[in-house]
């Protein structure tokens, strides 16, 4: 039997997690699913889940595992399908191969995404269970369909309240890097904090989100937040306009999901450039106030 | 209070990745090195930590001797006591990786020397194991949470937030405890001339404890194949703009 681990959003899981039973399907075995909350076929049920709490989930999962003793579990590779993953593996005590892509269930050689994706490591998984997560926004999302549904209450120890969510504060309003159809992201061609109003307009106008490279967030030009890469935020937009961004390996990990890139930049060599789908080799200063009066031309009526 | 922070050496973010002819490991000659950026984040915050509140912070690190350059800066940035584990140059994995740590802590701690906090950056720019931290927190009992970006300490607990996609969350850690922290908890200082020179004169412990590979032995590396792109010339400077909002309409945005 496999065992998937979803992560859901009020009874729904998330496409992460639909990506990983993309994974999960090519082991070919029986497949059971299990959620904390409503949505999977095995839905865990305390208390304790009213909140976010990784340790708890990784204790019920645990206690999950013993009893419907699974060959193989898997996790979304989200970091907090990793977390609640880990905290599984620390308590079985068994290997946990992260960011996997691809498995070859006769020898268990599998794949897995190092350097955020821009280098391959080809590795053998032992254990039982063998515990994986699935790297994000490489496979497509399965369709899930629950059959039927059974409950299981784990029994956790009141200290595990330790490391729950204590309190949630929610951002008000705005488009995020996350959910954004559209991102308009600058580097270091953005040459200053001021520069990127021109961006902010031109993000409201499209309705989408704001992002930056890493070396913007180190010049103090815009808040960690906005960075895009394997360090900030990875994204996978519908479009991603990179204006002055030369296109460094850890930034290109982190948007390479998305639908369609437009690049923007004064140099026809750079990565970002010869990897987009569309580009414009001219200096942002002048491109982008021209786009904002073509903009404002034709949707004028 | 007593800081721990672990740290990895890893190839400087933005260098090309060349493999050696087995595909075994990487061609480290024409590599520079550097701290994984989630870790140099970690160390900044360990310095910040005992700026503010007193006591001591110590920095730990299993990998090849080289990694002692990462325990030097770490030492010049201001931390006080460092610790490496030596290997052989083979990446061990995260089952090895804290184990190692573990025991080297547990060593650390011997006479009652708790450390407060034990910091990890969230996941190796390298390998991606998300999972030495949180190992190692189990091992030893103690409460972990990863992908934090702000520490404030009171009560005898270390208050912790962590963002989400639509805002933040906050955990509330008794101590002794152990966090992974992501790059923008801070901006990480430079090394001053004096801290360098302190930190070249500076004694490194060295530890070896007795431990086994885990269940995920490292086959090889492959370079991932490279996608064929054509990237469409939409024009050369602000003429180009009739086309790109040409675009914005195709896809619907305008």
Redesign the interface.
């Known amino acids: 039997m496999i065992l998937v681990y979803l992560e859901t959003a009020a009874g729904t899981p998330s496409d992460l997690s639909l990506q990983s039973l993309t994974l999960a399907r090519s082991l070919g075995d029986e497949l059971t699913t299990t959620t904390f909350g409503p949505g999977g076929d095995w839905v865990i049920d305390h208390q304790m889940f009213s909140e976010y709490a990784p340790e708890a989930r990784g204790e019920a999962l645990a206690q999950l595992t013993r009893s419907l003793t699974p060959a193989v579990v898997v996790g979304p590779g989200t970091d907090t399908g990793n977390e609640v993953m880990a905290h599984l593996a620390a308590i079985l005590d068994v290997a946990l191969a992260t960011n996997v892509t691809e498995v070859d269930v006769a020898t268990w050689e599998l794949t897995r995404l190092r350097w955020g994706g821009s280098l391959w490591e080809r590795a053998r998984l032992t254990g039982s269970p063998r515990l994986l997560t699935v790297a994000p926004h490489v496979l497509p999302a399965s369709d899930h369909l629950v059959g039927e549904v059974s409950r299981f209450v784990p029994e956790l120890d009141d200290l595990l309240v330790r490391t729950r969510v204590v309190e949630r504060v929610e951002q008000t309003g705005g488009i995020t890097l996350g959910t954004a159809r559209v991102i308009v992201s600058g580097g270091r061609g953005v040459g200053s904090a001021d520069g990127f109003s021109m961006l902010e307009e031109l993000a409201a106008r499209l309705g989408g989100a704001v992002g930056c490279s890493r070396v913007v967030t180190n010049n103090g030009w815009r808040p960690h937040s906005d960075q895009v890469g394997q360090t900030g935020t990875r994204v996978a937009p519908d479009l991603y306009l990179a204006l002055g961004i030369s296109g460094a390996i850890q930034h290109w990990v982190g948007m390479m999901a998305a639908k369609k890139i437009l690049a923007i930049n004064t140099d026809p060599e750079a990565p970002m450039v010869t990897k987009a789908d569309y580009a414009v080799i001219g200096d942002l200063h002048q491109v982008l106030p021209a786009i904002l009066a073509e903009i404002e031309a034709r949707t004028r009526t | 209070m007593r800081v721990a922070v672990c740290v990895k050496r890893v190839p400087a ?2 260098a090309t ?1 060349v493999l050696a002819a087995d595909g075994r490991s990487i061609d480290a000659r024409m590599l520079s090195f550097t701290t994984s ?2 870790e140099e984040c970690a160390v900044e915050e360990a310095i910040r930590l005992v700026e503010k509140h007193g006591g001591s912070s110590t920095v730990l690190t299993v990998g090849q001797p080289e990694s002692e350059e990462q325990l030097r800066y770490a030492m010049s940035l201001g931390v006080d006591k460092a610790v490496l584990v030596p290997t052989d140059g083979s990446e061990w ?3 090895a990786t ?1 184990a190692a740590l573990t025991a080297t802590i547990r060593f650390l701690e011997e006479g009652g020397q708790v450390f407060d906090l034990i910091l990890f950056g ?2 190796s ?7 030495v931290g ?2 190692l ?3 030893l009992g103690r ?5 934090i ?1 702000a520490i404030e300490i009171a009560d005898e607990a270390a208050v912790v937030r962590r ?12 101590l002794p405890a152990v966090v992974a922290v ?3 908890i801070n ?1 990480p200082r430079y090394p001053t001339m004096p801290g360098r020179l302190r930190s070249k004169k500076a004694e490194i412990v060295r530890s070896e404890p007795d431990v086994r590979p ?11 194949p490279q ?1 064929a ?1 054509q ?15 040409d ?3 195709e ?1 619907g ?2």
């Open positions: 973010p933005g990745i950026p989630h994995d995260a089952q804290a969230n996941e720019a390298d390998a991606g194991n998300y999972q949180i190992r927190a189990r091992t409460p972990v949470v990863t992908g970006k963002a989400t996609s639509g805002g933040s969350e906050i955990y509330r850690l008794p992501k790059e923008g901006l885990g269940g995920l032995e490292m086959l090889r590396f492959l370079n991932p996608q792109s990237t469409l010339i939409l024009g050369r400077g602000p003429e180009a703009a009739p086309a790109v909002v675009l914005f309409f896809m945005l305008l």
